[in-house]
Nanobody, 112 residues
Framework: QVQLVESGGGLVQAGGSLRLSCAASRSIFSINVMAWYRQSPGKQRELVAAITSGGSTNYADSVKGRFTISRDIAKNTVYLQMSSLKPEDTAVYYC??????WGQGTQVTVSS
């Protein structure tokens, strides 16, 4: 089992930046995939970005060029650097490990 704790959400103006963190309770070295999802009211949860154990990354088309996923194995932490934020990025952002374990989510609100 692994517990995940997200942090770094908040309120930011359009065009601003935020960095989300997801700290795992154990080593992420052997984890196949870590990913960030988001969910807005009335919408389905959607994949934002993912990173594999080999370091390969995948992004939703809507965030390509603006968001960057990375990891620090020594700190058991995955990050989501978000830049050029838009109001439509407003959502609760969730971290997941191998799509089996999920964090509690962190709210990101982008004002216009």
């Amino acid at each position: 089992q692994v517990q995940l704790v997200e942090s770094g959400g908040g309120l930011v103006q359009a065009g601003g930046s935020l960095r989300l963190s997801c700290a795992a309770s154990r080593s992420i070295f052997s984890i196949n995939v870590m990913a960030w999802y988001r969910q807005s009211p009335g919408k389905q949860r959607e994949l934002v970005a993912a990173i594999t154990s080999g370091g390969s990354t995948n992004y939703a088309d809507s965030v390509k060029g603006r968001f960057t996923i990375s990891r620090d194995i020594a700190k058991n932490t995955v990050y989501l650097q978000m830049s050029s934020l838009k109001p439509e990025d407003t959502a609760v952002y969730y971290c997941t490990v191998d799509y089996d374990y999920w964090g509690q989510g962190t709210q990101v609100t982008v004002s216009s």
